[in-house]
């Protein structure tokens, strides 16, 4: 039997023990904590950089068109995405133009700092705008709201687990401590270097059992605790794959023309730049079909589509392969060629328009001959930028239209329509 003074000096130890390991699994949850907290907010803050330069990208361009169809498409898509609330395009005035997910009768939250600050936790969302821009042209600004409550949930999953663990930790202490001090000290230390590997982030290392039941139980507490941990990691890698989908899925929509599946306005700007900009000489043939509106207004705008899709395979097929074709609007097409000789290119215009009128297009059931006006310009004999560029294969075109159609006109500057 222990005498007085060694019980004492025992339940001292005892006292002193748990109050430090207390104190260090206080230390430890204190750090999860600190470390999800660090790690789930470069994840948030990557997110928002991310949706931010998307939505810019995506938005921009058919705001310019006030193409509101289809920047509402975009954003529906977007708030698809796990964690965004709602979305908001206001104009240069401050006006909405298109609400996803959130009542116009309801005034715009204040903006928001800090994702994780005491207001965005309180309502479980963070509200921020982001400034659209076409080059140095303000067009608006999105206002959008992000959850917050994978930051609430997730802390208070892992605050809970941790006090869980802590109490169950402190609890076979006291009872163990007090019989086999020696020897739960040597265990405690390989828990305590097991919580320290699951705080730096390893999850995946298990701690082996042993014959001593008590002792087995912590080791399942916390092997349970890595592999649900992990589990969260796997899940938040799942929903980070998704997002880039859908990313993926957007910028189809933004740089695409809908009807066509060829590159549209938008696409056609940031190819004619690239190609400026490394100074490489290249041609732009404007295409206009001459007796399509003629078409559309008698069969239907159904049949219209049609042959739209229809011309525009047309071109794929004639053209080389790795040539670029640009639907501009309507019944405007674009080509981009590297060939600059003028007689090359009127060979090039002369063959297309003859390719075309000698095509029948069928559309429900009926044929249909299609005539254009092509329109052509050269960098850098002609212009000097994407913008006049397209100008000058603009007018051309109307040029090949005043001349009677059905032909094609390179630009020239002394010529006016």
């Not at 390991?21 to 948030?44: G, R």
């Not at 996803?100 to 705008?129: C, G, H, Q």
């Not at 208070?156 to 076979?172: G, K, N, P, Y």
């Not at 400026?276 to 207004?297: R, S």
Request: aromatic residues 8%.
């Amino acid at each position: 039997m222990l005498n007085t003074k060694t019980a004492s000096s025992g339940l001292r130890w005892v006292v002193a023990s748990l109050l430090i390991e207390s104190i260090m699994l206080s230390l430890l949850i204190w750090s999860n904590l600190n470390q999800l907290h660090s790690s789930l907010s470069t994840q948030t803050q990557i997110r928002l950089n991310e949706s931010s330069a998307l939505l810019q990208s995506a938005l921009s361009a058919p705001l310019v068109q006030m193409d509101y169809a289809t920047a509402e498409a975009i954003m529906l898509e977007t708030h698809k995405i796990e964690g965004i609330v709602y979305l908001v395009v206001l104009d240069r005035h401050n006006q909405r133009l298109i609400s996803v997910n959130w009542d116009d009768k309801i005034p715009l939250p204040r903006v928001e700092k800090d994702p994780f600050n005491s207001n965005s936790l309180a309502d479980a969302r963070f509200d921020t705008r982001i400034p659209l821009m076409l080059g140095d042209t303000p067009l608006g600004t999105l206002a959008m709201g992000l959850s917050t409550q994978f930051y609430i949930q997730a802390r208070a999953d892992a605050l809970t687990r941790s006090m869980a663990i802590a109490l169950l930790e402190l609890l076979f202490s006291a009872l163990l401590l007090l019989s086999l001090n020696y020897w739960f000290g040597k265990k405690f230390i390989r828990l305590t270097e097991q919580a320290k590997t699951i705080a730096n982030g390893n999850y995946h290392q298990h701690l082996s059992t042993s014959e001593h039941r008590e002792y087995d139980q912590l080791v399942v507490a916390f092997n349970q605790m890595s592999d649900a941990i992990s589990h969260k990691m796997e899940q938040l890698e799942s929903a980070y794959d998704e997002q880039k989908r859908l990313n993926q899925k957007i910028l189809q929509l933004v740089n695409n023309d809908h009807l066509t599946q060829l590159p549209n306005r938008y696409a056609l700007d940031s190819y004619l730049n690239q190609l400026i900009n490394t100074k490489q000489p290249h041609a732009l043939l404007l295409i206009d079909m001459d007796n399509f509106k003629h078409i559309n207004e008698q069969s239907g705008h159904h049949v219209g589509d049609q042959l739209l899709k229809a011309f525009a395979k047309q071109l794929q097929q004639f053209m080389p392969e790795d040539t670029f074709i640009a639907r501009l609007n309507g019944d405007e097409f674009v080509i981009a060629v590297s060939e600059t000789e003028p007689k090359r290119l009127s060979a090039i215009a002369s063959s297309l328009c003859l390719n075309i009128a000698n095509h029948p297009f069928l559309s429900a059931s009926q044929s249909f001959t299609i005539e254009i006006s092509i329109g052509y310009s050269r960098f850098p004999h002609e212009a000097k930028d994407a913008r006049n560029l397209l100008n000058q294969a603009d007018i051309a075109m109307y040029q090949a239209k005043a001349a009677g159609r059905n032909s094609y006109r390179a630009y020239q500057a002394d010529e006016t329509l």
